[in-house]
T-cell receptor, first 111, second 110 residues
Framework: TQLLEQSPQFLSIQEGENLTVYCNSS?????LQWYRQEPGEGPVLLVT?????EVKKLKRLTFQFGDARKDSSLHITAAQPGDTGLYLC???????????FGGGTRLMVKP | NAGVTQTPKFQVLKTGQSMTLQCAQD?????MSWYRQDPGMGLRLIHY???????DQGEVPNGYNVSRSTTEDFPLRLLSAAPSQTSVYFC?????????FGQGTRLTVV
């Protein structure tokens, strides 16, 4: 079983601060995804990274895939209360038939 | 757009009862999957299907059965509910690199 560890588990910050969430594994993934989940809802895909070293930007969110395709990070610039939620990373195995999720980072941004 | 529809949204079962969680998608995706989400453990894959007539086990398949008779539907059956199966269940469809999730079924087994 491929494992993904996310850190930190919980993060509470003030509006306007920057933050980084990490997703690490000892396994190589063919691709890695980041999802955001709000209470009572299913996860919603934010981004997919495929190539080692790839960087993708989505407004104030920057996603990076490690060179060895074992880890990833999510950086949020100038966090806003609307960013509050559970952030999940997920990796696709090399066979392409299974998605493994990390434990999640619960983010709270206070106004 | 309906996307992925799960029913019911909430369910309480007694230990030993059986039930089926329904999942339907209208996006013509070949790949569908079931996850359970428990506090602090992210989502764990129960079963998945790469197309009609084909199913396979995920990380935590014990106590659950699935079938895939059509592209649209992927029901999850609990054979004999146990308190350890209390969880939130999510169905997803899509490509391996882009999963679309339903709103979840919150199941409590007493």
């Amino acid at each position: 079983t491929q494992l993904l560890e996310q850190s930190p588990q919980f993060l509470s910050i003030q509006e306007g601060e920057n933050l980084t969430v990490y997703c690490n594994s000892s396994s190589v993934f063919s691709s890695l995804q980041w999802y955001r989940q709000e209470p009572g809802e299913g996860p919603v895909l934010l981004v997919t990274v495929v190539t080692g070293g790839e960087v993708k930007k989505l407004k104030r969110l920057t996603f990076q895939f490690g060179d060895a395709r074992k880890d990833s990070s999510l950086h949020i610039t100038a966090a806003q209360p609307g960013d509050t939620g559970l952030y999940l990373c997920a990796g696709t195995n090399n066979a392409g038939n299974m998605l493994t999720f990390g434990g999640g980072t619960r983010l709270m941004v206070k106004p | 757009n309906a996307g992925v529809t799960q029913t019911p949204k909430f369910q309480v079962l007694k230990t030993g009862q059986s039930m089926t969680l329904q999942c339907a998608q209208d996006m013509n995706h070949e790949y569908m999957s079931w996850y359970r989400q428990d506090p602090g453990m992210g989502l764990r894959l129960i079963h998945y299907s790469v197309g009609a007539g084909i199913t396979d086990q995920g990380e935590v398949p014990n106590g659950y059965n699935v079938s895939r008779s059509t592209t649209e539907d992927f029901p999850l059956r609990l054979l004999s509910a146990a308190p350890s199966q209390t969880s939130v269940y999510f169905c997803a469809s899509g490509r391996y690199t882009e999963a679309f999730f339903g709103q979840g079924t919150r199941l409590t087994v007493v």
